[in-house]
């Protein structure tokens, strides 16, 4: 089993409807968590973290389930700019150092 | 807040030669400095952890005598690329972290590496 998995997609969404995607992590001792976003040929951008209980940044909300050890990213409104690959991240226990996911890849159609 | 910039963005460059990529962080001490690589429609794979001051960790597989990596100051990282040969062409990207940022980190713009 990976670290940390995620759906691979593509997840072909509408433009303006509601998409949402989960992240499993392996180590119940992580403590940080995290969603980057990814676009084509491009660095990872820090999107949010994910805290225990759960936030929010406008149509943006990330929720954490430590009892079945996943984080989950809800998009609402989609917009055409929101397509991109979703990362995940879990921090390792040493030296910071964070523990990806392969990405989701959405794309928003009009 | 939080700007790293990375620098080239792109290098093409002949079969052994060597290549440097800088990384620096523009308006915060980076306390620990990351090195990724990334090929094309995979994850981001971490190469390699560095502390300022400190001899860079390597992650299993990675060989340190090939990526060299010196991060002599808190705004500086350098990856050097020995010898290069076409399979090391990839996407590298550097990101960083400051002391009281916890586990976040932030990436520079990555630098694109066609060996020939």
């Known amino acids: 089993r990976k670290e940390v998995e995620q759906d691979p997609g593509p997840f072909n969404v509408p433009e303006g409807a509601t998409v949402a995607f989960n992240c499993t992590y392996s180590n119940s001792a992580s403590q940080s968590f995290f969603w980057y976003r990814q676009d084509c040929r491009k660095e990872p951008k820090l999107l949010m973290s994910v805290y225990s209980s759960g936030n929010e940044d406008g149509r943006f909300t990330a929720q954490l389930n430590r009892a079945s050890q996943y984080i989950s990213l809800l998009i609402r409104d989609s917009k055409l700019s929101d397509s991109a690959t979703y990362l995940c991240?879990?921090?390792?226990?040493?030296?910071?150092?964070?523990?990806w996911g392969a990405g989701t890849k959405l794309i928003i159609k009009p | 807040g939080a700007v790293v910039s990375q620098h080239p963005s792109r290098v093409i460059c002949k079969s052994g030669t060597s290549v440097k990529i800088e990384c620096r962080s523009l308006d915060f001490q980076a306390t620990t400095m990351f090195w990724y690589r990334q090929f094309p429609k995979q994850s981001l794979m971490l190469m390699a952890t560095s502390n300022e001051g400190s001899k860079a960790t390597y992650e299993q597989g990675v060989e340190k005598d090939k990526f060299l990596i010196n991060h002599a100051s808190l705004t500086l990282s350098t990856l050097t690329v020995t010898s290069a040969h076409p399979e090391d062409s990839s996407f590298y990207i550097c990101?960083?972290?400051?002391?009281?940022?916890?586990?976040?980190?932030?990436f520079g713009p990555g630098t694109r590496l066609t060996v020939l």
């Open positions: 990101s960083a972290r400051e002391f009281l940022m916890g586990d976040t980190q932030y």
């Open positions: 991240a879990v921090n390792r226990d040493s030296n910071y150092q964070l523990i």
